[in-house]
């Protein structure tokens, strides 16, 4: 019993780890004034009101020193440690997994905390300690609603995937002590998040019952138009697990409008997404291929998500995704690795799919009058950059 919990300590703990440390922004900074210190006031506030905003603000006080010295901006975090593409592909399923079990509105607060730590963040990629506080009380939060199994199965699929030399080549690089405080800290704010479980919602969707079916129905006809395309993509070539060539801070405000596009979505229509994700990958073959039924299932579900999105903000993503990969020419060389004919057939079927979605975005959303030329690129780039990447940008 005692080892069930030494192991089922660690493992929460390593999944707060994953979430806590897993980005670039979370170091702390010095005191801002104006909007940005009145906003940290209230984050810190609402963070006091439960037990796992306490334990979070507790957390990120003896955190400070330790964060502090971590090279936020370093490439060697966007690095995958270890193991190969299709190893980390069924990892990275099993966390999808535990996402999507969570409360889905505590996930977007979560979107939301960590938002608003990126959206003035300097050139150093600090955030302040009470934005550090709010993010990792969002995180407490969000593993507090799913279930312990779940966690635990993250923990287990991670853990072997990480070369032993990392942990001690990281410590290398900061103040031990601090970082033994910081961890012991971690320690007892997972405690904290296991002895405070939060009961799940059941979201209800806001796409509405045509929309969805329309959606799913241009679904089938793309996955079915398009899939001997994907058939000719070698998902296993070490290009996909590479970052785009440009500054950090770049990347992450390129993330932020992720992030608050995710916020927006349709909490049932992203579950849906999202499990569509952890099916295709448990089903995938020995070249990390989905089946068409299951291609065809995460279509439908991107395509609700985008659909439940506001224009401005699948504009947005465009614009800061678009300047991220235009420049090193990513975009011809990717195509450039693709048989023509099959490229264009998929391309053709994904602008009439394209035309569904856009009508249930503007049907579900009271829009009238038509996208413009920049608006209806927007919505394209978008659909194709969700699917993609997540299939491609994961491993």
């Known amino acids: 019993m005692k080892a069930a919990a030494r192991t089922t300590k660690a493992a929460l703990t390593a999944a707060l780890m994953v979430a806590l440390f897993g980005g670039r922004c979370f170091t702390p900074s010095v005191p801002r004034t104006g909007r940005g210190a009145r906003a940290s006031v209230t984050m810190r506030a609402g963070a006091k009101t439960d037990a796992i905003g306490k334990a979070a603000e507790e957390l990120s006080k003896a955190a400070y020193p330790f964060m502090t010295q971590v090279d936020w901006n370093s490439p060697e975090y966007w690095i995958p440690p270890g193991a190969d593409a299709m190893t980390w592909a069924k990892a990275i399923a099993t966390i999808i997994d535990h996402g999507s079990s969570m409360d889905m509105e505590l996930v977007k607060k979560g979107c939301w905390a960590h938002h608003d730590a990126i959206k003035d963040l300097p050139s150093t990629g600090i955030c302040s300690e009470a934005e550090l506080t709010a993010m990792n009380a969002a995180i407490g939060r969000m593993i507090a609603s799913a279930p ?34 910081a961890y012991a800290a971690l320690v007892k704010f997972t405690e904290v998040v296991k002895a405070n479980p939060i009961t799940p919602s059941s979201p ?39 970052t785009v060539p440009t500054n950090p801070q770049k990347t992450l405000r390129a993330i932020d409008k992720m992030i608050v596009m995710g916020a927006q979505m349709d909490s049932a229509a992203l579950k849906e997404a999202g499990m569509a994700h952890v099916k295709a990958i448990q089903n995938m073959d020995d070249k990390a291929m989905m089946t068409e039924e299951d291609y065809k299932a995460i279509l439908a579900g991107i395509g609700k998500t985008v659909a439940s999105v506001p224009a401005a903000s699948v504009m947005d993503v465009y614009n800061s995704m678009g300047g991220l990969v235009t420049s090193p020419g990513i975009p011809q060389h990717v195509y450039g690795k693709q048989n023509p004919k099959d490229a264009l057939d998929a391309y053709m079927a994904f602008m009439e799919f394209k035309d569904t979605v856009r009508a249930a975005q503007q049907k579900d959303q009271g829009i009238t ?17 969700i699917n993609v990447a997540g299939v491609l940008f994961m491993r």
Do not use: R
């Not at 990480?162 to 690089?173: G, R």
């Not at 796409?207 to 998902?235: C, H, N, Q, R, T």
């Not at 038509?370 to 659909?383: D, K, S, T, V, Y």
């Open 148 to 181: 312990q199994e779940k966690t635990m199965a993250v923990y287990d699929a991670v853990k072997p995937l990480i070369d032993p030399k990392v942990a001690p080549y990281l410590m290398s690089k900061v103040n031990e002590e601090d970082a033994k405080a």
């Open 369 to 385: 009058g038509m996208f413009n030329a920049e608006q209806n690129a927007a919505l394209i780039g978008i659909i194709v950059f």
């Open 204 to 242: 209800a969707t806001t796409v509405s019952a045509g929309s969805a079916s329309s959606i799913g129905e241009a679904a089938g006809k793309l996955a079915g138009a398009s899939y001997p395309f994907m058939k000719g993509i070698d998902w296993l070539d070490g290009l996909w697990g590479q």
